[in-house]
């Protein structure tokens, strides 16, 4: 059994839990799922972050004591959670004993290596982020991120000597090139590295801040929240030394969003080089979500009603929205329109219908078992590839935090096994009893299909996959390992499963900030205007971002007996990797342009509506080059 620890960031007790804060959380969940159901020994370790000015300050405005604000944001976390399913193994608060002890160990062990020093500094702090910023970072003398105005502070500090370690870290992340990903925060953290390293003040004096852990060798001084923070994916092991430790902390995995990259990336492996601790295996970084299109402000209301649509439409689609709806590493935006979107299509319609007019069949034509075998023609053998195809694909996809593509991945299966319900029309198939063994072979098909689909939806669909497993009578442990096709055995039970996820009335949603369905008429032409227009087939062969652009692909396509270059607006919603090897409709007649300095020849068509985007591609293969009429 390999061990496997996940970590999600500890959130700061001044905020209440929003949609940001669930993604990263759900996100670590259903990769520890995943990772269970695949048979590994997970950790899954979630908290929060207690210590430091921004609480101390939050605190004091309430006019409570900084601990009764942890105490009441922290379980505010937990019941979150709880109440979206997370599997957490552990729960660790920073102003736990078990987390100072370790701590301050570690402090003291870097303070008699010569690791620390007193130093001077002085420089423009902002209480809100809790950190110094230089003179490149500052905006019209304010805060980048907040837009208050810094305070010049002057101070006697410790410091770890960071800046020595910069070479080293350089070269890690060189022969690791997995260390950050996606790679567009490699590419970002080396970029932070070509200046020079400082070394970090990890001290507030006492006087100015009582909220953090004393320094052991100065109790004039706390801890810098961030140093005291990191050190929690350390000490909920129970530190070097203990089994725990010893057994999960070599397989660490951290995941965050991309606002506390540099910490992660940058202060804590120098930490854990200094201390004599081996370094984490992956950051695995997401981007932020936004509301209609807008980046969102530090005020959070918006997020924590956005939380609130689990309430509204249950936990596995919220899970499923989030999971499928931003592709890991970039940025993407939430609309209830968009929810509602997916929830209709992929759920109630894709998979939903599917599980009802599967198990109905057998039910009402199978007598409510699973039939014996009937015997395996191309098309029965198509579905079970499919299927094998998808598991690897999956695997792959879930190596990389790549939830979107694992789940595009089962969906291209539910969209096999719903066609192969159409094309073998069992209904048709039970009124001639010549031809008993194809509808034995298509139920077979069908039950089987469910039964895989009860295993791989497990981490992201937790409910309904175990309803599925339910109805088809499977009642151990999904385990990864059974989602191999034909170990159903014949005779099992079958219980009818629908309304698995009720459709839900478009219209009646609130009005999302994405705003209503453009109708707006544009004069009709006649089909030779038309005809003007040669749309063909185009396989995407690769893709990179363009360099100065946020917005543009450069792709190079394929049309059958030539390849050329188009660039396309849509790198905003497409990550390289995710359009390489899709069939898209390209128009092939348009003149050539130049778009940043790259030659375009051809557009690419897409589909777009507040602030999402879908490029178009076939429902059923065709080699590239056909002609789209
Ligand atoms: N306490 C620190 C983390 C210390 S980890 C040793 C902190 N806490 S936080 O409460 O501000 O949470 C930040 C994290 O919440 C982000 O890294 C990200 O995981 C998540 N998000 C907060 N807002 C977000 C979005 N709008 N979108 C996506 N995730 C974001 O920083």
């Not at 009764?68 to 109440?83: E, G, L, V």
């Not at 070394?199 to 109790?219: A, K, M, N």
């Not at 506390?260 to 997401?286: D, E, F, T």
């Not at 992929?346 to 998979?351: E, F, P, R, S, V």
Request: aromatic share 10%; with cysteine; glycine share 8%.
């Amino acid at each position: 059994m390999t061990a496997f620890y996940l970590t999600t960031p500890i959130y700061y007790v001044n905020d209440r839990p929003h949609l940001g804060h669930a993604y990263s959380t759900i996100v670590a969940d259903a990769m520890a799922r995943y990772r269970r159901v695949a048979g590994d020994d997970v950790w899954l370790l979630t908290g929060t972050d207690e210590h430091g000015d921004k609480i101390a300050q939050a605190a004091a405005k309430a006019g409570i004591t900084p601990q009764a604000m942890a105490d009441q944001n922290s379980a505010a976390f937990r019941a979150t959670w709880q109440a979206l399913g997370i599997s957490y193994n552990d729960y660790i608060r920073t102003t736990e004993e078990r987390h100072k002890k370790v701590v301050q160990a570690i402090l003291q062990a870097l303070w008699d290596a010569g690791e620390i020093y007193l130093g001077t500094y002085g420089g423009n702090y902002c209480f809100g982020c809790e950190r110094f910023y230089t003179e490149k970072e500052i905006v019209d003398g304010k805060c980048p991120d907040h837009l208050t105005p810094l305070t010049w502070i002057e101070e006697q500090n410790y410091f770890f000597k960071m800046s020595k370690y910069q070479g080293w870290l350089i070269d890690h992340i060189e022969r690791h090139p997995d260390f950050v990903r996606p790679e567009r925060y490699r590419n970002e953290v080396l970029g932070f590295l070509r200046d020079p390293l400082t070394d970090l003040s990890i001290s507030r004096p006492r006087r100015r801040l009582e909220w953090g852990i004393p320094l052991p060798f100065d109790d004039q001084y706390v801890t810098y929240v961030w140093f005291d923070a990191l050190i929690n994916y350390v000490s909920a092991l129970g530190g070097p030394g203990d089994p725990r430790f010893e057994k999960f902390w070599p397989h660490a995995q951290h995941v965050i969003g991309k606002d506390i990259v540099k910490p992660h990336a940058i202060y804590w492996p120098c930490m854990l080089k200094a201390a004599g601790i081996s370094l984490y295996q992956h950051l695995n970084v997401h981007g932020y979500w936004t509301l209609g299109g807008h980046k969102i402000s530090k005020s959070v209301g918006n997020l924590v009603e956005a939380l609130a649509f689990k309430e509204k439409y249950g936990n596995d689609a919220f899970r499923y929205f989030v999971l499928r709806e931003m592709v890991f590493g970039l940025d993407a935006d939430f609309s209830e329109e968009a929810f509602v979107g997916r929830l209709n299509a992929d759920l109630a319609n894709d998979l939903g219908n599917l599980v009802s007019r599967a198990t109905t069949l057998i039910v009402n034509l199978g007598g409510g078992k699973v039939p014996q075998g009937g015997s395996v023609t191309p098309a029965e053998e198509a579905v079970a590839e499919a299927f094998a195809k998808v598991k690897a694909d999956v695997a792959a996809a879930m190596d990389e935090f790549a939830f979107h593509r694992a789940l595009a991945s089962i969906w291209e299966f539910v969209g096999v096994v719903n066609r192969y319900v159409d094309t073998s029309q069992p209904w048709a198939l039970a009124k001639d009893a010549a031809k008993k063994d194809r509808l034995d072979a298509a139920l077979t098909t069908l039950a089987e299909s469910l039964r895989v689909l009860g295993i791989m939806l497990v981490p992201f669909l937790p409910d309904a996959a175990e309803k599925i497993r339910t109805a088809l009578g499977q009642s151990g442990e999904p385990r990864l390992a059974d989602a191999v096709w034909g170990r159903f055995a014949a005779g099992a039970p079958v219980q009818r499963l629908s309304g698995l996820f009720p459709r839900i009335d478009d219209k009646k949603t609130s009005a999302s900030p994405a705003g209503p369905v453009e109708t707006a008429a544009t004069p009709r032409i006649k089909i030779d205007e038309f005809g003007k227009v040669e749309l063909r087939v185009a396989e995407v062969i690769a893709a990179e971002p363009l360099p100065k652009s946020k917005k543009l692909l450069k792709l190079m396509v394929s049309l059958g007996q030539e390849q050329r270059t188009v660039v396309a607006g849509i790198a905003e919603h497409y990550a390289p990797a995710d359009i390489v090897g899709k069939k898209v409709v390209i128009v092939a007649n348009l003149e050539a342009a130049k778009l940043m300095g790259v030659e375009s020849n051809g557009m690419v068509l897409a589909a777009s509506i507040g602030g999402k985007l879908a490029v178009l591609t076939l429902d059923r293969d065709l080699p590239p080059g056909a002609k789209v009429t």
